[in-house]
């Protein structure tokens, strides 16, 4: 499965951004979508995961509340909402795929990388 991360860009401290993930390929194995994001420096932190099969979504205690994970009509498209961003919310922000259909905070349980978009913060 190929995925393509869309949607970053500068953004004010207190904005909202809503970035797209389109799978595309053999999605029909892809069961659970994550997206990570790394800061220069700083090691890949998990963001928010969503099972396509049943909605179901995880996100860190840390985001909840600014940050949502929503499937598309189509189960090819995943998208997530950030609010009330932050200047440490600066990163690029990948998706991933898995085909295990466990929702999992670890990178290195998806196969599947998109190729990341950049999110800036402005203060």
């Known amino acids: 499965v190929q995925l393509q991360a869309s949607g970053g860009g500068l953004v004010q401290v207190g904005g909202s951004l809503r970035l797209s993930c389109a799978a595309s390929?053999?999605?029909?194995?892809?069961?659970?979508v994550g997206w990570f994001r790394q800061a220069p420096g700083k090691a890949r932190e998990f963001v928010a995961a969503i099972r396509l099969a049943t909605g179901s979504t995880a996100i860190p205690e840390s985001m909840s509340g600014r940050f949502f994970v929503s499937r598309g009509k189509s189960e090819n498209m995943v998208y997530l909402e950030m609010n009330s961003l932050k200047p440490e919310d600066t990163a690029v922000y990948y998706c991933?795929?898995?085909?295990?259909?466990?929702?999992?905070?670890?990178?290195?349980?998806?196969?599947?990388w998109g190729q990341g978009t950049l999110v800036t913060v402005s203060s």
């Open positions: 390929g053999r999605t029909v194995s892809t069961s659970v």
């Open positions: 991933a795929a898995s085909e295990d259909g466990i929702i999992s905070r670890s990178p290195v349980r998806y196969t599947s």
